[in-house]
């Protein structure tokens, strides 16, 4: 199967750039199920990253077309990549193939492993946005608690050993704290740093890598030949009345 | 005070037209206080209608940024002119006046007329995502129903009186049924029919216009000198390290 | 429009007495729209003020009766003049004119204003309280915290800098510790003391005056035409077969 | 053990007189364990019977000082004889002794029957009331429904066959229809019928007297020694402050 | 009335012996109202205390099979001697006396006390089952804390003076930090240790004995003429199809 | 990877037979990634059919013992193969590869498949188990309804055709009036019948095999190398105590 990886923003013109997004590439596939070949395609333009509510508005518009033209070019499923899920609904109403979140999945998956978890995100100010996302997905009653590390995306990679020390130091606090059986890393850049096996035997606790929980849901998916129903994400009514994609839009 | 009304999609361009945009206000300056004067502006562009999250995303951009201008311009307060409140926490990041969205005032005003309230709505794809909005809220536990018309937001105004008797068919049966003491219209387009104490009057029970609900919490937010919390809705985090509106989107 | 602020106690033979009745007064009505004329009337007998569950069911019949006595001299709406909201239910059964409760319309605001809130109380003892109030009015979930401040009632106008600063110091924690994006006055004598600006330019987030918070919902719901809906607060059975108000006490 | 069974109107002036008070205070006795006596007594003043908020509002302030004059004639524990537990939380503050709400014993009781269970009320209007009061139980997620049966309290003695025939129609729809395993009756002068056992046969399913339910409840705690919470149901603080219960009400 | 209290272990055989099981069975009838014998017999294997969900696990079927021998033996009700009342629900099944569970008895005792309560536990790993306990009982929302002694079971009566006041400085965290009204032991030894009234006067709030609220539970339910729903707790289908209960275990 | 899929019932003993076991082995390895092997083995006694919570206490010992010998025999991960999930929890205890139960793995598929989904179940009384288990696995909020087709379990495969009839009726009205967007089947009977891609088509909505979903959840928790918490499913404290597992159950 084929599964395309979404980024809603322009990584390849940004400061992580082409090298990056070919690295995130080739971890996905290693990660993946014999006979899954992912690609990692980005959006022409939009933010350098996504840490507010403004920055998740404006790269939503040119993620859903590039996911549509995914689907035209014979991809079996999306994923869009971006803790904050950013565009779910809107693309699921206009493609029939699955689109997978990596918050969503990574939230379902972190509920089957104990009684409660936590999510690691970046600042304070994400917090109820990502406590609304737990509620979205269902698990709302799950969430332990949601703690920020404060070290911004951009700046994760910088120092890897720094940011490893700082997530097991949170996480640990969600664990002992928060009483959270399992923690995820909200946020793909936190996820592709690929230390949630370092982070986990370090903290005690099992550790959901986001990026890999939204493979492994669309692999789940496309394997299972399920996709998103269409009575939840429906086909905007002026399509369905025989109004053209275009004619949607004024201009 | 000065409040603008801001239409998320281009109405003056579309079937509706200007003169819809200029009824609508004058609508708008008759159910204000004293001293209030509201103004309709639009976007440039966008969909004719907003009745999917996927035309909901496509018009947020262009809203923002014309909030932006009007605070710029001197308002004290927008309102986001559609139910759905598109872009309602992005723009709050953005600006330091309050903006009100019509489905979050309306919620509130009706939640405080009795014990449960429902919601009419236009069509059954948009119930989820109007239950969605009311957990927003808060007032999630108070929600009696939401009940769709299936008449499109284009052709409300075709028929108002065909109009007008479904919304009562439907409002009785969230009354009767559904135990709803007061019920509101989910749709600008239905609150700018004006009808609400007509209908109210027919079914026995308090009708929220969401126009009206909205510009009154605008005028009750600007006259107690309040606005929207900034821990709720902070700036974004590359604007407060001082880099420019501009620089945050890679072209 | 006429709206009367009713005090559930006979604040005019009071410690507070008669003087600070007019001063209520007058700021209600320098709060006020244009066009709206508040009047200040206390009950002639009740508690001196209302701390506890024994003392809101003391002052709750004579309150109903001077609410009953406004409808009847033609004002438009009645603010019961006690944050607990006593006697809001039995009020709204008795008349038609909109009754409004400090607690109910300063919740249902501070929830607009993030995504949660804290209410600053006189004791412990009234937090259980409080807490089933933000469920009564629909928004429990937004409810951050109750925290009490420790100081009577009666002793709030006594020093109020010492007042000042304890309110600076509880919603401090409040929004530091609780995660509170706003929070409000839970008493009116509090609130009365108009510091909320101060307060609120201290703590750094948005500081809701129950007392106008009820005067603006009150003009809301006038200038709306909307009341109370009769579905939830029916007019008792007795009364509806006919029986007259005096013949449904047996002395 | 010595019980007072409190009814919170003029029970021995109205229409339902001396005589009914004695059967009822027979069946009490009759009902309880040996050493149990059980004395019912009335208030002065107040409704004839409960059916609004406004006459459970008239009804308290008489109602505490008879259960405060219980304890100090040395009655182990008092029951509030209307199954709105009137002044429950009021009259706790101010006595030592259990005070016991049939609704909140039977809601308890029920909600151990099953996974849920039903309230059968007198009117419409009530279930909002009752709701509430489930919630304040901690019982409401195991509330199936509240269903009314429409006859007033005071014609349910009139045509008991009439009554039973009613009570058993709107129990099956709760058990048939709202997957109820239980339910009980709302009002006491249902649960006096004494017809709990032949309505449950008819019904197939278990049915709570609300008035043996609130005598076994106050049984069990005076045999265990419990009584409320002085945290959650505290003496007044003006009281606990030196000043004579007399001295709290300004006349 | 008759009522066995069946502990689910072979007490009889294990560090506890039969003179414990003696001792209890004097407690308990000392506790009971006149008229009440109780009996306490035990399985004849199982595990030696149960502190985990294995433990639990292997008690149930001989558990199960001794109520039943109980039924059959013209007893009238039975409790289950662990207050994780293991097998709760499958002997409801098979028999029609009350079974009655030490935690769903004395939860729901507890939430009559106040508006929260807590529970005192063994270990840490009891905490989320003990959570799932009260949402089962329906009264989740008035669950303040559990938190545990980490005193393993078999070591409770060793030391009576440290467990005692170990069990003191726990429930004032839960009275002081997590505001319980009231706290409950939550383990049948802590509650056969008849240290409820020292403990309750020492921390200043009610403290409950879980077996003597499950035995006045059980006494409550048979003075009544109560049991447990059969829609609730149906017999299995195989037995209703006439299948006989030996039939059901292929060998 | 190896996963064992153990019955928790004599399969091979009973009706279904050996035949049975090996076509669901066959189904199994058919719906696996490659490199997945999969093995159906049974418990050597218990009861024929699991319908009731007595049939499911009584399968749960053997169950967990088969459990600990997969894991000594090299599985990488154990299904335990019944729908209500039997000894989930102590399994978990007692192993540390991943043991997955059919029940939470396709809830929280299901989840991810639209706003709502519900639950065909065999009869009516396991609807309130049913529910329970969709609180336990966190995903309660987004359970539409649970439905029972009415066929007993042991009946399902006698006439495929009546069967596949009774479920699509029966998951329509999941859909039409309970507002599913998804279903899945509460039975691996049922889920065995290979049927889910005709059913969904015939209802327009997706539905989960609960068999598929748990091998898939297997898969993905095995390939990313993540087994349950021990946090929330620790050692057995006599086990790490040093005791051996023998000892812990007195003959």
């Avoid at 609904?89 to 997978?100: F, K, N, S």
Wanted: proline share 6%; net charge negative.
């Amino acid at each position: 199967m084929r599964i395309a990886y979404v980024v809603p923003g322009p990584m390849s013109k940004g400061p992580m750039g082409l090298k990056e997004m070919r690295r995130r590439e080739a971890l996905l596939n290693s990660w993946a199920f014999t006979g899954t070949e992912v690609s990692v395609v980005d959006v022409p333009n939009g933010p350098a990253s996504i840490e507010s509510a403004y920055e998740e508005a404006l790269c939503v518009p040119a993620t859903i077309d590039l996911i549509m033209k995914c689907e035209r070019e014979g991809f079996d499923a999306a994923i869009i990549g971006c803790f904050g899920d950013p565009g779910l609904e809107a693309a699921r109403e206009l493609v029939t193939m699955p689109v997978v979140g990596p918050c969503e999945s990574s939230l379902l998956l972190a509920a089957s492993l104990g009684h409660k978890f936590s999510v690691l995100t970046v600042f304070d100010s994400l917090i109820a946005g990502q406590e609304l996302l737990a509620y979205k997905a269902g698990v709302r009653d799950k969430l332990a608690s949601v703690r920020a590390t404060g070290i911004p995306v951009l700046e994760l990679m910088k120092d890897p050993e720094k940011t490893k020390a700082r997530l097991i130091a949170v996480a640990e606090l969600c664990v002992k704290q928060d009483r959270a059986d399992a923690f995820l890393f909200g946020c793909m850049t936190m996820s592709f740093l690929d230390l949630a096996d370092e982070i986990s035997a370090a903290v005690g606790a099992p550790a959901v890598n986001a990026g890999k929980a939204a493979l492994k849901q669309a692999e789940m998916l496309v394997s299972m030949g399920l996709s998103h129903s269409k009575t939840a994400f429906p086909t905007p009514a002026k399509m369905l009345a025989g109004q053209s994609f275009e004619a949607m839009r004024v201009a």
